[in-house]
T-cell receptor, first 116, second 113 residues
């Protein structure tokens, strides 16, 4: 399967702990996105990378959140000092930006975070 | 601020009963409108991209259309396997570019056999 993969699929943590999620995009895709989705809502944009450069961040991405894509391939999203309000599905998507061609964002299965 | 409103929130159909889902949007300049399907506990699955008013795209029992203010997802003779939440998203034209998608809350479709 060559789709977007995310790990872990589920994470339960206690308030105040740090968590890290990983996303592996579709291999030829140079753009990678993070979204967050809570129950009954659509996904909300957090941040995106083109290759290793983080080009856009949402106001939702507080200073407790940090994302990296060190080699332009996989990405990690870390949440420090988790709060109960961080409980959500964290979705990763990827796309390929080619000259003159607009490409859609393809999503992974998500990581479900529960903060107790 | 870009906004997407989907209606109805939930829709129950009998197998074979055709209907339409609505997506109304407000955006400064539309770069693209996207439809996704999402099954419970899974990530959204890409269905269609529409770029300009008057455009239509079809895939099996689904047909998406676009006007300057809204998009419709028409479902013809639905089957139980079409049951899912359908999400609409817009991408706006921005100086310097913005790649984010702004999503609506979705329409939860249930098709009964």
């Amino acid at each position: 399967d060559t789709g977007v993969s995310q790990d872990p699929r589920h994470k339960i943590t206690k308030r105040g702990q740090n968590v890290t999620f990983r996303c592996d995009p579709i291999s030829e895709h140079n753009r990678l996105y993070w979204y967050r989705q809570t129950l009954g809502q659509g996904p909300e944009f957090l941040t995106y990378f083109q290759n290793e450069a983080q080009l856009e961040k949402s106001r939702l991405l507080s200073d407790r959140f940090s994302a990296e894509r060190p080699k332009g391939s996989f990405s990690t999203l870390e949440i420090q000092r988790t709060e109960q309000g961080d409980s959500a599905m964290y979705l990763c998507a990827s796309s390929f930006e080619g000259s003159g061609i607009y490409n859609e964002q393809f999503f992974g299965p998500g990581t479900r975070l529960t903060v107790l | 601020e870009d906004q997407v409103t989907q209606s109805p929130e939930a829709l129950r159909l009998q197998e074979g009963e055709s209907s339409s889902l609505n997506c109304s949007y407000t955006v400064s300049g539309l770069r693209g409108l996207f439809w996704y399907r999402q099954d419970p506990g899974k990530g959204p699955e890409f269905l269609f991209t529409l770029y300009s008013a008057g455009e239509e795209k079809e895939k099996e029992r689904l047909k998406a259309t676009l006007t300057k203010k809204e998009s419709f997802l028409h479902i013809t003779a639905p089957k139980p396997e079409d049951s899912a939440t359908y999400l609409c998203a817009v991408q706006a034209k921005r100086w310097g570019g913005s790649e984010k998608l702004v999503f609506g809350k979705g329409t939860k479709l249930t098709v009964n056999p």
